[in-house]
Structures are given as structure tokens and as C-alpha cells.
């Protein structure tokens, strides 16, 4: 069970640095005050965004904001080895869980984010090769020195899950969820957290709603098109609220640094979707009726 109270909408930092907006620190700092005052207060980060960047850009503009710490929530993940600058001895892209790297890599993301702890770490990734009992003696270890509060996994499966919660508790994975990619929802994924109280993350839950062109994203923008006369309110905030009615308590991870965006999220949460909205948002996605 999570310890951490995470804001209903999360804030995704992947594309703030180098990888897309390259946003200067006073724009990052700008960005986390404007988020904070519109109640997005968790930021989703991981090791390796901006190729091993982001989190100390972030760290500089959260020290410049000054603001505690305690008004906001991090995530960070560690575990893929990139082809990166920053990582000169790696050859090939390859996944690293060993106890001493799972350890180094929180005590460099504390330094680099300015915090003396992250309130939930997540494996960023299923390794092959991990051994659950490491994992859980390096997460122990980091608990216990007060680095990470809660611990998870991201784009683990039901079994790989299980594997590791059988030697440490898990209270997160971070999955793909969205009205396009809704398999965590048919293939047993959010039916088995919920059933050990693990809160599922949806990254990307936008989907390809507004990103592709095809029979499937016209379907729903059609739909949508009615949806937001009928309720008063924009597609992606629509999109946001059709998962938010899961019962498993998914929390969407929004990366979007719109200002106007940002400002209008947190409306997902206050809007209760009609049940048959619901339902027709999803047979659109799957061009056909519910099974």
C-alpha cells in the first residue's frame, strides 16, 4: 500500500529538456510553480530523459523556486542503459538492476534532482536477467535510508510483477493506458492491481488520438467532436476523464508544457463521464462493439 499521496493528474518531465522543449531553468521553474498552482504537484521523471539531462535541469529550477519540498511530489526510475554521452562505457542499450547500480542511481538522481529523497522509485523496465532478490535488497536498503518513500515498477507485466512483489511490496506500475491502448484493461493488467492494491500510472494517455491519422483516431475524434458540446469541455480533457472512471484509480501522466493545458487538466477530475459515453468511446476505439 502507497504511503504517498500523489496528485490526482501527473506532471511527465520527458520532453522538458533536450529531448524536445529545451526549456531554460526560469522556464522549468515557471512550469513547476504554474503546475503546483493548479494542483498538478507529482513530477514524473526518470534517469535517463534528456539522455541522462533532465533531472538536473529540473534540480536547478526547483532550487531556484523555492519552493519546500513538501508542496510536491517526485518520481524518478532507473534501470535502462542508454547510448548516451553521459554513459561512455555503455556499448549497447541494455537493461542494469544490481544492487549496487539500483543504489547509485537513486543516490545520482538525488543529487541531481536536489532532494534528499524521491517519493516513489519505479524499475523502468523488465530485465531478463533481474533477480528479484537484489532488487529487493537495494530497495530495502534505500527505504530504510529514507532515499525512496514508495517503490514500483514501469511496463511490468502481471507475472514479472508478481515476481518481484513476492520480495517487496509494490505499490506502483507505471503501464500505457489510454482510449487507444486500453490492453491493460483486457489482458488482466489493471484487474491484477487491483487486486494487490498496486496504483496503476498511465503514461502516453493521450494515446494517438491526436498524434495519428487513422480509421481508429477519426473514429474518436468524430466522437469527441459531440462529446465536448455535450459536456463543455476539450478532447484531451475527455480522454483523461474516460480513464480516470476506471475503477482501478489510474493516474494519468500528462506531458504536455501548454500553459493553457495545464490549466484546464485537473477539469478531468471534477467531470463524472456518463457510463454509455464511456462505452461508446471505447467501441470507437476497437471499431466495433464491446465483446
Known amino acids: 500500500m ?60 526547483f532550487q531556484a523556486s523555492k519552493i519546500s519540498r513538501d508542496k510536491l511530489q517526485l518520481i524518478t526510475k532507473c534501470g535502462i542503459q542508454m547510448i548516451a554521452e ?13 544492487k549496487e547500480y539500483i543504489i547509485w542511481s537513486v543516490e545520482e538522481s538525488l543529487k541531481k534532482l536536489k532532494t534528499d529523497y524521491v517519493d ?30 514508495d517503490f514500483g515498477l514501469s511496463n511490468f507485466t502481471s507475472s514479472q510483477t508478481e515476481l518481484i512483489r513476492q520480495k517487496t511490496e509494490v505499490s506502483y506500475n507505471q503501464v500505457q493506458f489510454s482510449a487507444t491502448h486500453y490492453e491493460a484493461m483486457t489482458d488482466g493488467s489493471l484487474d491484477y492491481m487491483q487486486t494487490h492494491k498496486i496504483r496503476p500510472l498511465s503514461w502516453n494517455p493521450l494515446g494517438t488520438v491526436f498524434r495519428e491519422d487513422t480509421k481508429k483516431t477519426r473514429r474518436l475524434k468524430k466522437l469527441l467532436a459531440d462529446l465536448v458540446q455535450k459536456y463543455g469541455f476539450g478532447s484531451d480533457t475527455l480522454l483523461l476523464a474516460w480513464i480516470l472512471k476506471h475503477p482501478a484509480g489510474v493516474i494519468p501522466i500528462a506531458g504536455t508544457v501548454n500553459i493553457a493545458r495545464i490549466q484546464s487538466l485537473m477539469k478531468a477530475v471534477e467531470l463524472e463521464m456518463d457510463k454509455e459515453d464511456w462505452f461508446a468511446i471505447w467501441t470507437e476505439s476497437m471499431g466495433d462493439d464491446v465483446p
Open 86 to 98: 553521459k554513459r561512455p562505457e555503455n556499448k549497447i542499450k541494455h537493461y542494469d538492476y544490481s
Open 120 to 149: 516513489v522509485f519505479l524499475l523502468h523496465r523488465p530485465s531478463p536477467l533481474m533477480q528479484a532478490d537484489e532488487i529487493a535488497e537495494a530497495v530495502g536498503k534505500l527505504k530504510a535510508e529514507g532515499k525512496i518513500i
Open 2 to 61: 502507497s504511503k504517498t499521496a500523489l496528485s490526482p493528474i501527473i506532471s511527465g518531465t520527458m520532453n522538458w529538456g533536450v529531448w524536445d522543449k529545451n526549456l531554460t531553468t526560469k522556464e522549468m521553474e515557471n512550469l513547476i510553480q504554474l503546475c503546483i498552482e493548479n494542483k498538478i504537484t507529482t513530477f514524473d521523471h526518470a534517469d535517463i530523459y534528456g539522455a541522462y539531462t533532465t533531472e538536473a535541469d529540473f534540480g536547478k529550477a
